[in-house]
């Protein structure tokens, strides 16, 4: 029981020899940056994915025709084809994303209130910039005290699915997806800029009963999910053809990531680094050209997202000690995740998955043997400083 802990599970060297090895982690050749945005104040649009794998992202080396509008709007942005997920439920990704706190094993910090309410988030960040900020859901956020985190880090408004007219369609998680969207859009029109909007969507998660003809017959057991994210997809691309005409289109950045993976049919053991790939987009006429229709190839994680985005904007990131800034071209190449009882550690010349309760790597792929130990090392490091933090706050 979480309740009754006394001490860092994941105790493994002395906390002196494990912050020294992540303050080596996080060591930067050079502390500067590519700047991609052509506007310090854009309005950011984030839209979170339920469940998306990259998997069935093809740019992102995923099934041919699955989400053929997020594949278009790949070709106007930047995707990020080695991005990982922290966990593997949604609060998690919620930490992750908006507070570059990593997932840890046995518990999660936003079920805690004492603990989360002191968390960083993007939305202190861009409050202090004078954006008015925006949340909403089709389904009910009390699910992994996700509201209460919403409203502990002060979001000027959360919409979930209590908020959406009677007549509006629901399934059994809640309003799908098209009409989340269309919501969305009218929200948006009503925002003075520069606004953070946040969108999370839905139809991506079991029962799937989205009010859609099913598009794919394969997939065998994630049938449903694979079509799932197509008929999500499909909205999202309506989505942007309506956003497109309005005026506080040209100057917003879109940042679209999944909250976690799913299991695909390429059928990925699921502690498998593969299995955690998720698909990760900045979209946007506020992107330079030169940046249009690019990939980032280097490894990284959905925690990395605050420290990129507030650099660009001009913005302290220095809460954000977990998030690296992705266009410093100096930063290191490494990704964590954590299952049940046990962490993921992937580096450019390979991974390990290492399961505490056993004491014993249960997946490796190593450029050469030689590198086993140090991987387990910072990996073991990461994990119980990563542990004490989540018990000192």
């Known amino acids: 029981n979480i309740q009754s802990l006394h001490?860092?599970?994941?105790?493994?060297?002395?906390?002196?020899?494990?912050?020294?090895?992540?303050n080596q982690i996080y060591t930067y050749e050079k502390d500067t940056t590519e700047m991609i945005l052509t506007t310090q104040r854009p309005n950011v649009v984030l839209i979170i994915l339920e469940g998306w794998s990259a998997d069935l992202v093809k740019p992102a080396g995923g099934y041919d025709s699955l989400t053929?509008?997020?594949?278009?709007?790949?070709?106007?942005?930047?995707?990020?084809?080695?991005?990982?997920?922290?966990?593997?439920?949604?609060?998690?990704?919620?930490?992750?994303?908006?507070s570059s706190f990593p997932a840890q094993p046995v518990t999660s910090i936003i079920k805690?209130?004492?603990?989360?309410?002191?968390?960083?988030?993007?939305?202190?960040?861009?409050?202090?910039?004078?954006?008015?900020?925006?949340?909403?859901?089709?389904?009910?956020?009390?699910?992994?005290?996700?509201?209460?985190?919403?409203?502990?880090?002060?979001f000027d408004k959360v919409t979930e699915e209590s908020d959406f007219a009677n007549n509006i369609p629901r399934g059994g998680l809640g309003v799908h997806d098209e009409f989340m969207f269309t919501k969305l859009l009218a929200d948006q029109r009503l925002m003075s800029s520069p606004f953070f909007s946040v969108a999370f969507t839905?139809?991506?998660?079991?029962?799937?009963?989205?009010?859609?003809?099913?598009?794919?017959?394969?997939?065998?057991?994630?049938?449903?999910?694979?079509?799932?994210?197509?008929?999500?997809d499909h909205y999202l691309g309506k989505y942007f053809e309506e956003a497109k005409k309005t005026p506080w289109f040209n100057n917003t950045l879109f940042v679209?990531?999944?909250?976690?993976?799913?299991?695909?049919?390429?059928?990925?053991?699921?502690?498998?680094?593969?299995?955690?790939r998720i698909p990760m987009l900045l979209y946007g006429n506020v992107l330079k050209q030169e940046y249009r229709g690019t990939t980032y190839k280097k490894i990284c994680s959905q925690l990395d997202l605050s420290a990129t985005l507030l650099t660009q904007l001009?913005?302290?990131?220095?809460?954000?000690?977990?998030?690296?800034?992705?266009?410093?071209?100096?930063?290191?190449?490494?990704?964590?995740?954590?299952?049940?009882?046990?962490?993921?550690?992937?580096?450019?010349?390979?991974?390990?998955?290492?399961?505490?309760?056993?004491?014993?790597?249960?997946?490796?792929?190593?450029?050469?043997?030689?590198?086993?130990?140090?991987?387990?090392?910072?990996?073991?490091?990461?994990?119980?400083?990563?542990?004490?933090?989540?018990?000192?706050?």
């Not at 997920?85 to 930490?95: H, I, K, L, T």
């Open 112 to 154: 805690d209130p004492e603990k989360s309410i002191k968390l960083p988030a993007l939305n202190y960040e861009f409050s202090k910039m004078n954006y008015k900020s925006s949340y909403l859901f089709g389904g009910q956020l009390r699910y992994g005290n996700i509201k209460g985190y919403l409203l502990n880090h002060h």
């Open 68 to 98: 053929p509008e997020f594949n278009k709007l790949c070709e106007e942005g930047i995707l990020f084809t080695k991005m990982y997920a922290v966990g593997d439920r949604s609060e998690q990704g919620m930490a992750g994303i908006l």
């Open 202 to 232: 839905l139809s991506s998660h079991a029962p799937y009963d989205y009010p859609w003809k099913k598009t794919f017959s394969w997939g065998g057991d994630e049938n449903k999910y694979i079509n799932g994210v197509h008929y999500s």
């Open 314 to 393: 001009g913005a302290k990131r220095d809460r954000y000690h977990w998030s690296k800034n992705l266009f410093n071209p100096y930063c290191p190449e490494f990704a964590y995740f954590e299952f049940e009882d046990g962490f993921g550690w992937i580096r450019p010349e390979g991974y390990i998955v290492y399961n505490a309760s056993q004491d014993r790597i249960i997946f490796k792929r190593l450029d050469h043997p030689d590198l086993e130990n140090r991987l387990l090392t910072e990996g073991k490091s990461y994990l119980e400083i990563l542990f004490q933090e989540y018990l000192d706050y």
């Open 7 to 22: 001490g860092n599970l994941y105790n493994f060297y002395s906390l002196h020899d494990a912050k020294r090895m992540v």
């Open 256 to 276: 679209i990531i999944a909250d976690h993976s799913h299991n695909s049919p390429k059928e990925y053991n699921f502690n498998e680094p593969a299995y955690k």
